[in-house]
C-alpha cells in the first residue's frame, strides 16, 4: 500500500465510521426530546422511561462522535496539508461554527442529563431541545465544508494563488443546501430506521412491550415520513450534480456517451474497457427529464470528460446503486407503516410486519456509506472540484500505512465499546428509571 491509497484509505475509513455517530447523533436527541414531552403531558411513566434510556444512548454516541470527529480534523491536517494550506482559510467558517454548536450541545447535554428533579420541567426539556437542534446544526456545518469541496466558490483563483477570499460565500456555496437537505433527511430515515428496527425486535421478542411499542411509534414516524421524502431530496442532489460535476453524474450512471434521449441504467456491471455497461436495465429517455425535465435533451457522457479527470466508474455506479435500490425499499417499507397506521391497524402486531423493521434495521446506514462514496469517490481525481488535485494534497511524510492499521484498530475497538454499551443498555431497559 503506497502513502496515497493509504492516506484516502485512512480518510474513508475515518469518515465510514465518523458519519454513523454523528448521523445518531443529530436524530437520536430529537427523539429523547419527543418521548420527554410526551412525559410531560401525559405523565406516563413508560415515556419517562423511554426519555431516560434514550438519553444514556445520547450521550454514548455524543462521547464517540467527539472522538472520531476531534480524530478526522487532525487527520484533515496531518494527511492533507497541501489542501488546509489552501482551503483552510476559505473554508474554515463552517467548522468554527460547528465547534460553537458542540460546545452548545455539550453544555445543554450535562444540563438534561443532570437535570432531573432539579430544574424547571419545561426548561430540562428545553435543554433537551437544544441538545437536537445543536446536533443538526452540527451537522449541517459539516456537510457545508464538504459541499464547498464539491462547488468550490469564495475566493478567485488566479496564477495559482487563492485571492479575494470571503468564506460567508463560501459557506453557503450552490451545493450547500442540496447536500445539507439530502443528508439531513438521510440521517432521519437511518436512524430512525434503526431505532424502530432494534425496538421491534424486541416486540418480537415480547419482552417490555409497553416499553418498546411507544419507543418502535416515534422512530418510525420520523424514519418512515424522511424515507418517503428522500427521493425528493436526491433529484435535486443529482440535478445539482449534473450542473456542477458531470463526470461525477456520469459515473453514477456508468454513463459512457453522450447522447439524446438519455437512458437511466439500472443495475449493471460498467467495463470501462468497452465503455459499455453490461446486463443492465436502460429505460431511454430517462434520465434526459431527471436531469433537464426533458426526454429529449442531450446529457454529457463520460466521452466528454478527459480520461485523466474521470472518475472510478465502477465503484461510483455500484455504490449509486446501492444507494438508490435500498433507500427505494425503505420509502415502500415507510408507505407501508403509514398504511398500516391509517387503514390496517392490525398489521402493527403481526409478525411479519414486525419482521420488515428487524430486518430494514442496518439498511438507512449502509445506504449511508454508499451515498457518502458516491459523494467522495465521484469527486476524484479532485480533493477540490476544478482547481486542486487529490494527488498534489496527500503530505509527502512516508509511513502512512502504518497510521492507517492504528486508526483502523482504533475506530474497530470504539464500536465494540459502543456497540457493548448500548446491548447493556437495552438489556437495562425493562428496569425502571426512577430519579
Known amino acids: 500500500m503506497d502513502d496515497f491509497i493509504a492516506a484516502r484509505s485512512q480518510m474513508a475509513l475515518s469518515l465510514g465510521f465518523h458519519i454513523i455517530y454523528s448521523c445518531i ?9 419527543i418521548s420527554h414531552y410526551k412525559w410531560i403531558k ?46 483552510g482559510p476559505i473554508f474554515g467558517m463552517p467548522f468554527s461554527l460547528e465547534g460553537t454548536a458542540f460546545f452548545i450541545e455539550a453544555i445543554a447535554l ?4 443532570y437535570g432531573w428533579n432539579k430544574l424547571n420541567t419545561w426548561f430540562h426539556w428545553f435543554t ?16 457545508s ?3 464547498w469541496m464539491n462547488s468550490p466558490s469564495g475566493f478567485d483563483y488566479v496564477n495559482g494563488k487563492y485571492l479575494n477570499i470571503n468564506p460567508l460565500k463560501a459557506m453557503l456555496n450552490e451545493a450547500w443546501f442540496s447536500e445539507a437537505l439530502h443528508m439531513t433527511i438521510a440521517a432521519f430515515s437511518a436512524t430512525g430506521f434503526a431505532v424502530a428496527g432494534i425496538h421491534a425486535l424486541m416486540i418480537y421478542r415480547k419482552q417490555n412491550v409497553a416499553f418498546h411499542t411507544k419507543s418502535f411509534k416515534i422512530a418510525i414516524l420520523f424514519g418512515a415520513a424522511a424515507a418517503i421524502l428522500q427521493p425528493l431530496s436526491g433529484d435535486i442532489s443529482a440535478k445539482g450534480a449534473a450542473k ?6 456520469a459515473a453514477m450512471e456508468a454513463y459512457f456517451h453522450t447522447q439524446e434521449y438519455a437512458p437511466l441504467v439500472i443495475g449493471g456491471i460498467p467495463d470501462t474497457a468497452a465503455k459499455k455497461v453490461n446486463y443492465g436495465l436502460e429505460i431511454p429517455g430517462l434520465l434526459s427529464f431527471l436531469v433537464h425535465d426533458n426526454f429529449k435533451t442531450t446529457v454529457n457522457g463520460l466521452d466528454k470528460i478527459p480520461v485523466k479527470d474521470q472518475p472510478p466508474v465502477a465503484v461510483t455506479h455500484y455504490a ?45 446506514f449502509i445506504a449511508l456509506e454508499a451515498g457518502w462514496t458516491v459523494t467522495e ?7 477540490i472540484q476544478g482547481i486542486m488535485r487529490t494527488s498534489d494534497a496527500v503530505t509527502k511524510m512516508p509511513g502512512i500505512q502504518y497510521t492507517f492499521y492504528l486508526f483502523t484498530f482504533i475506530y474497530f475497538t470504539l464500536s465494540v465499546f459502543v456497540i457493548f454499551l448500548l446491548k447493556r443498555q437495552i438489556q437495562m431497559v425493562p428496569e425502571l428509571y426512577d430519579r
Open 25 to 33: 447523533g443529530m436524530v437520536m436527541p430529537v427523539f429523547m426530546a
Open 42 to 87: 401525559t405523565k406516563n411513566q413508560v415515556y419517562k422511561n423511554v426519555t431516560i434510556a434514550w438519553s444514556k444512548g445520547v450521550a454514548i454516541f455524543f462521547a464517540t462522535g467527539a472522538v472520531s470527529g476531534t480524530m478526522l480534523s487532525f487527520e484533515l491536517g496531518l494527511l492533507w496539508p497541501g489542501f488546509m494550506k489552501h482551503a
Open 110 to 113: 450535562g444540563f438534561f442529563l
Open 128 to 143: 433537551g431541545v437544544v441538545v437536537g437542534l445543536s446536533g443538526i446544526a452540527s451537522g449541517i456545518l459539516v456537510v
Open 145 to 147: 465544508a464538504n459541499s
Open 244 to 249: 456542477r460535476q458531470p463526470a461525477k453524474l
Open 320 to 364: 449509486f446503486q446501492i444507494m438508490v435500490g435500498i433507500g427505494t425499499m425503505m420509502m415502500f417499507i415507510g408507505i407501508l407503516y403509514f398504511i398500516a397506521l391509517w387503514k390496517k391497524k392490525e398489521w402493527l402486531t403481526k409478525a411479519w410486519f414486525l419482521k420488515l423493521f428487524i430486518i430494514a434495521t442496518p439498511t438507512g
Open 377 to 383: 469517490v465521484g469527486r476524484q481525481p479532485w480533493i
